[in-house]
C-alpha cells in the first residue's frame, strides 16, 4: 500500500453520523439563524411577523430543551465526499452510515418516519436505510454532510425535463411553478434548491445539494447568481408569506447548481425545503 | 383578533370563529395522521365504530418524535392536511368540529366545513418545539401498533393556532396572499 493511504476507521463514521442526526434535528446552521432574524426585521405582514417570531422561539426552545427543531426529523440523506487516498478499515461504509443513523434516531429522540416499502409501509423502527450519495474526491480525507429531509416540502418538489429552446425563461418559470404550486404545504419560508443540467436523476441530487449550501454564498457562475436573486426577489413578491398565511418572506434563498447536459435536453429539478433546512457538516481527516 | 377557546365545542363557538382569528386552545383533542385515517375510514366502511366519538371533537394532524422522560410529548407540529383530504369530508359529516393541520384543503372538504358549520386551523409548521409546550397531557388511545401515526388523546393549554377556513367558507391562504402579493408569480 501507498505511504500517502490514510486509514478512516468504520467507527468513527458511525460515531460522528450518530452525533450528526442529533444535532442536526436540534440546531440550524448560522446563515439559516441569521436570514430568519433579518426575514423577521422585514416582513410586512403582521401576523407573518409573529410567524417568524414564533419560529425563532422554536429554535430557542429546540436547542436548550433538546426536541426536535420539527417533529419531522426527516429521513436522513447523507452526502460522502471520499478522498481517493482514503482507506476505509473495520466493515462496509454504507453500513456504518446506517448504523450511525440508526444510534442517532434512537439516542435522540428522534421520530423514525422511515417504511420499508413504498406500498406496504411497514415501519423500519430505526429511521434506515439513508439516502446515501457518495463523491470520490482527491485528498486524505471524507467531508461529511447529514440534511435530514422532511417530507412536507419535499413532497412539493418537482422534476422538469425542458427543451433546449426553454432556455432561461423555462427554467424560471418552472421554479416559480414548483414554489406557487407548494404555497402553504411546504411550510415556508423555504429555501429553494435548483438543479439545471445533467440528466434526470442528477439534476435532482444537484438540486438536494444546494440546499446545503450556505444561504448568501451565491452560485459562482455570474448568470447563475443573478437568476438566483431574481428569482428570490419574484418568489417574495407571490405573497404566500410566513405559514402561507400572506407576507413578503415567502423564502429565504434560491440555491441553483448547474452540471454539463446534453444536446437534446434541459432538465429543472426543484427541491424545496422548508425553514427547517437542516444540514451539518464534518471533516474526518 | 385573539380569542380563546375550549374543546370539545359546539357549532355556536366555531361560527364565532373568523378566518385570520389567532386562536388559543384549551381541552382536548385527538391526532390522527395518514394510517390513522385510513384505519378509520376502513372501520366505517365495516359499519365499526371509531376509536372516539368525533362529534364536537377536533383532530390535529400530527405524529410527534418519541417524548423524553419526564415529558408528556416530543416535537409536536402538524403535517400536511391535504393528505387526509379523502377522509375528512366523512368525518365532518358524523360532527367532527374542527381540523387542526398545515396547507391547502380540497374543494370537497371546503365544502363539507361549511355544510357541517366546522372550522379548519392552521398551526405553524416546523414549530413543534414551541407547540410541544402547550401539550400538557399526551395518552396512546388506540393503533398503537402505528407508532408515532397511533391515535392520542392530548390536553392541551392555550394550544395556538390560526383560523384558515371559518365556517362561512372564507379562506385565509386565498385572502391573505392576494394581499401580499406584489408581482404576477406566473
Given at each position: 500500500m ?8 468504520t ?9 450528526m442526526?442529533?444535532?442536526?434535528n436540534h440546531?440550524?446552521?448560522d446563515?439559516?439563524?441569521?436570514a430568519?432574524n ?12 409573529q ?6 422561539d ?8 433538546m426536541?426536535p427543531?420539527?417533529?419531522d426529523?426527516g ?12 482507506h ?6 454504507t453500513?456504518?452510515?446506517n ?17 420499508k416499502d413504498p406500498?406496504?409501509?411497514?415501519n423500519t ?13 482527491e485528498?486524505?480525507k471524507i467531508k461529511?454532510?447529514?440534511a435530514p429531509k422532511?417530507?412536507?416540502s419535499?413532497?412539493?418538489s418537482?422534476v ?6 426553454d432556455?432561461?425563461e423555462g427554467v424560471?418559470?418552472a421554479v ?20 439545471v443540467g ?5 439534476c435532482?441530487i444537484?438540486?438536494k ?15 447563475v447568481?443573478?437568476m ?13 408569506g410566513p405559514?402561507?398565511l400572506?407576507?413578503s418572506t ?7 447548481n448547474t452540471?454539463?447536459t ?5 432538465p429543472?429539478?426543484?427541491?424545496i ?8 457538516v464534518r471533516?474526518l481527516? | ?7 370539545p365545542?359546539?357549532?355556536k ?6 378566518s ?17 385515517h385510513?384505519?378509520?375510514y ?7 365504530k ?5 362529534k ?9 418524535s ?15 392536511s391535504?393528505?387526509m ?11 367532527l368540529k374542527g ?15 361549511v355544510d ?5 386551523f392552521a ?7 414551541l407547540?410541544?409546550?402547550s401539550i400538557i397531557k ?6 398503537e401498533?402505528?407508532?408515532?401515526e397511533a ?5 392541551v393549554r ?8 371559518d365556517?362561512?367558507g ?7 396572499v392576494?394581499e ?7
Open positions: 501507498d505511504g500517502k493511504m490514510k486509514v478512516i476507521h467507527e468513527e463514521i458511525i460515531k460522528n453520523i450518530k452525533e442526526c442529533i444535532e442536526a440546531y440550524l446552521t446563515d439559516m439563524v441569521s430568519l433579518k426575514a423577521t426585521d422585514t416582513e410586512k405582514s403582521p401576523l407573518g411577523k410567524i417568524l417570531c414564533q419560529l425563532q422554536n429554535l430557542r426552545i429546540a436547542s436548550e430543551d426536541i427543531i420539527c417533529q426529523t429521513m436522513a440523506v447523507v452526502f460522502l465526499e471520499i478522498g481517493q487516498d482514503v476505509i478499515e473495520g466493515g462496509l461504509l453500513e456504518a452510515v448504523e450511525g443513523v440508526r444510534q442517532g434516531y434512537q439516542e435522540g429522540y428522534l421520530r423514525k418516519s422511515v417504511v406500498i406496504f409501509r411497514e423502527k430505526d429511521n434506515t436505510p439513508a439516502v446515501i450519495h457518495y463523491d470520490i474526491v485528498g486524505d461529511l454532510i447529514v422532511g417530507f412536507g419535499e413532497n412539493m418537482r422538469f425535463m425542458l427543451k433546449p429552446a432556455g432561461i424560471k418559470n416559480l411553478t414548483a414554489v406557487r404550486d407548494a404555497g402553504p404545504n411546504a411550510c415556508p419560508p423555504m429555501v429553494v434548491g435548483v438543479g445533467g440528466t434526470f436523476e442528477k435532482a444537484l438540486a445539494k444546494a440546499l446545503t449550501r450556505p444561504i448568501g454564498e451565491g452560485a459562482q457562475i455570474p448568470y447568481r443573478e438566483e436573486e431574481e428569482l428570490l426577489r419574484k418568489i417574495n413578491q407571490s405573497g404566500i405559514g402561507g400572506g407576507g415567502t423564502a429565504l434563498a434560491v440555491n441553483i452540471y454539463p446534453h444536446i437534446a435536453g434541459l429543472v429539478a426543484v427541491n425545503c422548508c425553514h427547517v433546512n437542516r444540514h451539518c471533516m481527516e | 383578533m385573539n380569542r380563546y377557546l375550549t374543546v365545542c359546539d357549532e363557538a366555531v361560527e364565532e370563529l373568523h385570520g382569528d389567532y386562536v388559543y386552545i384549551t381541552g382536548t383533542i385527538y391526532t390522527a395522521r395518514d394510517a390513522a385510513k384505519r378509520m376502513e372501520a366505517l366502511a365495516q359499519g365499526e371509531l376509536p372516539f366519538d368525533v364536537n371533537n377536533m383532530i390535529y394532524y400530527m405524529g410527534p418519541p417524548a423524553r422522560e419526564g415529558r408528556p410529548i416530543g416535537s409536536a407540529g402538524p403535517t400536511t391535504s393528505r383530504d379523502k377522509y375528512a369530508p366523512s368525518l365532518l359529516n358524523m360532527g381540523m387542526i393541520g398545515k396547507g391547502k384543503r380540497s374543494d370537497a372538504v371546503k365544502r363539507a366545513i357541517n358549520k366546522a372550522v379548519y398551526a405553524v409548521g416546523g414549530a413543534g418545539a407547540l410541544s409546550k399526551s395518552e396512546v388511545i388506540a393503533y401498533d402505528l407508532g408515532t391515535i392520542r388523546r392530548l390536553e392555550n394550544f395556538p393556532v390560526i383560523v384558515v377556513i365556517a362561512q372564507n379562506n385565509l391562504y386565498e385572502t391573505a392576494e401580499y402579493r406584489e408581482g404576477e408569480i406566473k
